[in-house]
């Protein structure tokens, strides 16, 4: 099993900062994929960042320039830094491991980020 728990959401206003934190517990060591995806109401579930085991990183063309995720295994950390935030990235944060061993899933409660314009 393993459990996410994301931490850094809020209200901040455009062109402003935030940094996302997802907290990994259990057999994190399976994650080969970690990632961070949105969602708002009414729409699809929206990949922003991910990163890999060998430490490769892809991100949205939405974010691209903008967003950096890194991965911290010491602490079982992946980070989102979020940066020229816009009011577009309004949305609910959610962390995402893909198990490579047992080819699951698992994800975390999510964290609200509310950009203000």
């Known amino acids: 099993q393993v459990h996410l728990v994301e931490s850094g959401g809020g209200l901040v206003q455009a062109g402003g900062s935030l940094k996302l934190s997802c907290a990994g517990s259990?057999?994190?060591?399976?994650?080969?994929?970690m990632d961070w995806y949105r969602q708002v109401p009414g729409k699809q579930r929206e990949s922003v960042a991910a990163i890999f085991s060998d430490g490769s990183t892809n991100y949205g063309d939405s974010v691209k320039g903008r967003f950096t995720i890194s991965r911290d295994n010491a602490k079982n950390t992946v980070y989102l830094q979020m940066n020229s935030l816009k009011p577009d990235d309004t949305a609910v944060y959610y962390c995402?491991?893909?198990?490579?061993?047992?080819?699951?899933?698992?994800w975390g409660q999510g964290t609200q980020v509310t950009v203000s314009s």
């Open positions: 995402h491991c893909r198990d490579g061993v047992y080819r699951r899933d698992y």
């Open positions: 259990g057999s994190i060591f399976r994650c080969n994929l």
